[in-house]
């Protein structure tokens, strides 16, 4: 088994060594990861400028490959030229800082899980819950056994599992429980604030308030001590809207009567 390890923390961020120690006691691990820091880099990918990929090592060890791009440039770049052959796992992570409900679509960690699932390959994105002094090696053990949990029910290629883990110590966890990600809006807000020259700027802020939370989401669960893992996709149609839309009557100006969906044949 082969895995491909990355993240949006940086190639030399302690979350990221220790899930790889985790890993390679399941496979053999390829790290390629940013070179510098890239969180909230969100599905990103670079189209203006070359990628730099080169080899880094901590002392006389191989680190892995770092990428002067997005988490998801080291996902591309990784399958399709670093490494030989096609990994059989991406993993993303891990982490600091809980990555559930809406964070899913700011964040640099699960959009490399994405990308190594719009290349056909199981993904996993890993994250903990903020915590001052994050305890890395311990939050990775607890990922591995989710991992190897989700790798023996043999998920389709292509999967792509979004994991928390709470910030409290291991015996506190309440268990490990299949959650819907939250789509809870954060109540945001810009704090006005003035520079040592005079000049203004703004700090965002933002807040979810608890009642709000519908109890079997990621977010709530994770707040209760429970591992959450949430299954994503990236097929972002609304279905029900969609089947609506195309009973939609047309500017009267255009070709037809409503918009209908196009069975036509384009390939002559």
Not at 56 to 64: I, K, N, R, T
Not at 171 to 191: H, L, N, R, W
Request: glycine share 8%; aromatic share 6%.
């Amino acid at each position: 088994m082969r895995i491909l390890l990355t993240n949006d923390d940086g190639i030399y961020a302690p979350g990221l060594a220790a899930l790889k120690r985790e890993a390679a006691r399941l496979a053999d691990v390829t790290v390629v990861a940013p070179e510098i820091e890239r969180s909230a880099a969100a599905h990103s990918i670079t189209l203006d400028r070359p990628l730099r990929v080169r080899e880094v090592y901590v002392g006389d060890e191989f680190l892995g490959y770092s990428v002067d791009g997005s988490p998801a440039d080291c996902v591309k770049i990784g399958v399709r030229q670093v490494l030989t052959n096609p990994p059989d796992l991406v993993l993303s992570g891990i982490n600091p800082g809980a990555n559930v409900g809406i964070n899913v679509l700011y964040s640099g960690t699960v959009a490399a899980a994405l990308e190594g699932a719009i290349l056909g390959i199981t993904s996993i994105a890993v994250s903990q819950e903020a915590v001052k002094k994050p305890d890395f090696p311990s939050t990775a053990r607890q990922a591995a056994s989710v991992i190897s949990m989700i790798l023996k029910n043999s998920p389709p290629a292509g999967s792509l599992f979004n994991i928390n883990i709470p910030a409290c110590s291991p015996s506190s966890i309440q268990g490990v429980v299949a959650a819907a990600m939250s789509t809870v809006s954060y109540e945001d807000g810009f704090d006005l604030r003035t520079d040592p020259r005079g000049g203004t700027y703004y700090w965002m802020t933002g807040e979810i308030y608890e009642e709000k939370l519908p109890p079997g989401s990621d977010m709530a669960l994770l707040r209760r001590g429970f591992i959450t893992v949430t299954p994503l996709q990236y097929d972002l149609t609304d279905a029900a809207l969609l089947k609506t839309a195309s009973e939609w009557t047309m500017p009267s100006n255009l070709k037809g009567h409503h918009m209908g969906r196009d069975t036509s044949n384009h390939n002559g």
